[in-house]
């Protein structure tokens, strides 16, 4: 039996259950194309696969990223591990582990496909279509992600591919806006359920001027995802939720409503090891139950070690600081060499949990002993964008200009973008590239 389905079990159950779903979302190919595996840093055992890097050129290390057949060894590398309960991934790559490959077959981790795309994650490079107002679209079909064709056998309910998939929305308090999004969800809630397939479902934050003051926001997303599901029985509903961590009020208040609505997390952008393991921790401990984590798990210098700490974490044994050091033995003893000094990856850096003035649009939330910051999604599939916080200015090298990482805000907090320079907009739009999976 796949673990998602026992812990899913277990934890409306009950309540006070530390089962906690973890999983890797590793569907960036459906935003970012030739960068989504990440950088070469890290590779799985079989090490590097062919390509041609003319030398008259440039060479492979300048490229820098991996190319896709080293991604899916490290998807299977994931999956063998089997700390994580659950693979997000695109439908292409879904056919060929899930379909072609059985990699699930005998494993308890189950696959998952990104089942929508919306405008705002089409993150080509020199491309615009993340400044502009998301709209609806689907790559994928709910039968390509079961079976790989576009019309599946349904003589049994059993298929190849995945039966789960990610479906996202996003609010911006305008009615038409709003509106177009939640037709598109109930059309595909209403075909997956025909279909039996199942889903869960991502909210993220207004990228755009909303009227709403950042400490509100986990509320108006609150509200809105209950009303929302207010309409539908359970046989439509998601398995459970995905939404930026607005603290620990904002998640209190969601998880304790309905014992059948679980509730997860996204990660967010990179950030500091440490940005990571308090995020899972102080989540976990104000009721969310699935944390799905992209970019923090891809581009850490070692995400097998990097995902058992998370486990270790939510388990109960061990402290989000005691996993940072922890991770960073584990880094010496294999000669790897971290992207920070110990003492700054033990730092809260990460927008999306930092508590600083530049993350004027995020919600803002004091946590006991330390401040804390809710995540800014950064796009989602079905009718808005999310806008990216600035990021931690890094430190400046002697010589060098220091990177330009904030941008021009109106005074609601919106990003200014007639006062943008070209290093602004640059800023603005790696920023918010880096949300744009959690």
């Not at 979302?25 to 459906?30: F, R």
Request: aromatic content about 8%; hydrophobic content about 35%; proline content about 7%.
């Amino acid at each position: 039996m796949k673990s998602l389905a026992t812990k899913l079990a277990e934890v409306k159950a009950n309540r006070s259950s530390r089962a906690f779903i973890l999983a890797d979302a590793k569907d960036a190919d459906m935003a970012f194309g030739v960068r989504a595996p990440g950088p070469r840093g890290y590779l799985a055992l079989p090490g590097s696969r062919p390509a041609q890097f003319s030398p008259e050129v440039w060479s492979r290390d300048e490229f820098g990223y991996r190319n896709l057949p080293e991604f899916l060894d490290i998807i299977r590398e994931v999956v063998h591990q089997g700390l994580v309960d659950i693979m997000l991934m695109s439908a292409y790559v879904n056919e060929q582990l899930t379909i072609k490959d059985g990699l699930f077959k005998t494993s308890h981790v189950t696959p998952a496909a990104r089942a929508n795309d919306t405008t705002d994650v089409w993150a080509a490079r020199h491309g615009c279509y993340t400044r502009e107002p998301s709209q609806p679209f689907r790559s994928a079909t709910i039968d390509h992600i079961q079976c790989g064709e576009v019309e599946c056998d349904r003589s049994s309910d059993q298929f190849p591919g995945a039966n789960l998939g990610l479906y996202s929305v996003t609010f911006v308090n305008e009615l038409e806006q709003d509106r177009e999004a939640l037709l598109w969800y109930k059309e595909f809630r209403e075909e997956a359920e025909r279909k039996g397939f199942h889903h869960f479902l991502e909210v993220f934050d207004p990228n755009v001027t909303s009227g709403i003051a950042p400490d509100k926001l986990g509320e108006f997303i609150n509200d809105n995802i209950l009303r929302t599901l207010a309409g539908v029985p359970e046989s439509g509903r998601p398995d459970f939720l995905k939404i930026v961590y607005h603290g620990p009020k904002a998640m209190e208040e969601l998880a304790q409503y309905d014992p059948n609505l679980v509730v997860g997390i996204l990660g967010g952008s990179a950030g500091t090891t440490y940005d990571a393991f308090k995020l899972i921790h102080d989540a976990q401990k104000y009721g969310a139950r699935v944390a799905l984590f992209g970019r923090k798990i891809n581009n850490a210098e070692h995400q097998l070690a990097f995902i058992e700490m998370l486990r270790l974490i939510t388990d109960g044994k061990i402290s989000p600081e005691e996993a940072v050091r922890a991770y960073h033995g584990v880094l010496q003893a294999k000669g790897i060499k971290p992207h920070r000094a110990l003492a700054d990856d033990l730092q809260i850096t990460d927008q999306a949990m930092s508590y600083d003035g530049s993350a004027a649009q995020r919600a803002t939330v004091t946590m006991p002993g330390k401040p804390a910051s809710a995540p800014k999604p950064a796009t989602s599939p079905s009718a808005s964008k999310p806008a990216a916080k600035s990021t931690v200015a890094p430190a400046s090298t002697p010589g060098r200009p220091t990177p330009v990482t904030d941008w021009p805000k109106r005074a609601d907090g919106s990003p200014d973008f007639a006062k943008m320079t070209s290093p602004h907009r640059r800023a603005f739009d790696q920023a918010r590239l880096k949300r744009i999976y959690g």
